[in-house]
C-alpha cells in the first residue's frame, strides 16, 4: 500500500509537496519447474568391445545430476533412447552399487535399488534389452539426485555385435509437470563406439618355432 508521495520542489507560494494516495498493490509471483541438469555427459563418447559382455559406460563415469526445486524425482523417468547405429545393445547395471530385482540384469517390470533404496521400476516394454529403449520410472522419495547419479554412474552397455558408432539421448524428467511455463525435463545426447573385439593367440608361449631364411 502506498500511503505518501512527495517531491522535491517544496511548499513556496502556498503548494504542497505531499500527497496521501492511500493506493494498494497486489503483486503475485507465479514459480515455474525448473528442469533438471545433467553434467558431464552431453557429447561424450564411450568405447565398448563387441561379444565382450556388459561393460561400463566411461562417459557415465563423472556424470551428475542436480535439480534446483526438486527433492526427489517421484512421477518422472529416464529415458535412453537410441538414434543411430545397430540396434542390438542391452543395457544392465553394475549389480553392486545398483541392482535391477537384485542382481545386474535388468528385465521388464523389475525394481532399481540404491543401498535397499527403490529409486524406481523399469518399463513392462521398454527394458533396454536387444536394442530396445530403456526407461524407467522413478519412485518418491527414494529417486533423489544423488541415486539417481549413482544409477547413472553405474550403468554398463554390451552389444553382441555391429561395429562402429551408436547414437543415444538421455532424457531426464522430474516429474514435477510445467505450471506456468516451467520445464519438466532436459535430454542431452552421448555416443558409444563399439569396437572389435581383438584377436587372441594362444598356445604358443614358450613354444619354438623354425624356419630357413630363403628356403621353400
Known amino acids: 500500500t502506498i500511503t ?3 517531491d522535491n520542489a517544496g511548499t513556496a507560494n502556498g503548494g504542497d509537496d505531499t500527497s496521501a494516495p492511500n493506493v494498494s498493490s497486489t ?4 514459480a515455474t519447474n ?3 541438469v545433467v553434467v558431464n555427459l552431453a557429447n561424450e563418447t564411450s568405447n565398448i ?3 565382450a559382455g556388459p561393460s561400463p559406460v566411461t562417459g557415465f563415469g563423472d556424470a551428475m545430476v542436480s535439480d534446483a526445486d526438486s527433492g526427489d524425482y517421484g512421477g518422472g523417468f529416464l529415458t535412453l533412447a537410441q538414434t543411430s547405429g545397430t540396434t542390438n545393445g542391452t543395457w544392465s547395471l553394475d549389480g553392486v552399487n545398483v541392482m ?13 535399488e540404491n543401498g535397499g533404496v527403490t529409486i524406481g521400476t523399469v518399463d513392462s516394454v521398454d527394458d533396454g534389452q536387444a536394442g530396445r ?11 533423489t539426485s544423488a541415486r ?10 554390451a552389444a553382441s555385435g555391429g561395429l562402429g558408432d551408436r547414437g543415444f539421448t538421455l532424457t531426464l524428467n522430474d516429474g514435477d509437470g510445467n505450471p506456468n511455463g516451467g520445464d519438466p525435463d532436459t535430454t542431452v545426447a ?27
Open 27 to 30: 503483486v503475485s509471483i507465479n
Open 4 to 6: 505518501s508521495l512527495s
Open 148 to 157: 539417481i547419479t549413482t544409477l547413472l554412474q553405474n550403468l554398463e552397455y
Open 100 to 112: 535391477a530385482g537384485g542382481d545386474s540384469t535388468i528385465s521388464a517390470g523389475e525394481t532399481i
Open 190 to 216: 552421448f555416443t558409444i563406439a563399439v569396437t572389435p573385439n581383438p584377436p587372441v593367440v594362444s598356445n604358443v608361449d614358450g613354444d619354438a618355432a623354425t624356419f630357413t631364411e630363403d628356403g621353400n
Open 49 to 51: 568391445i563387441a561379444a
Open 34 to 36: 525448473d528442469a533438471p
Open 133 to 143: 529403449d530403456l526407461i524407467i520410472q522413478f519412485a518418491s522419495p527414494g529417486a
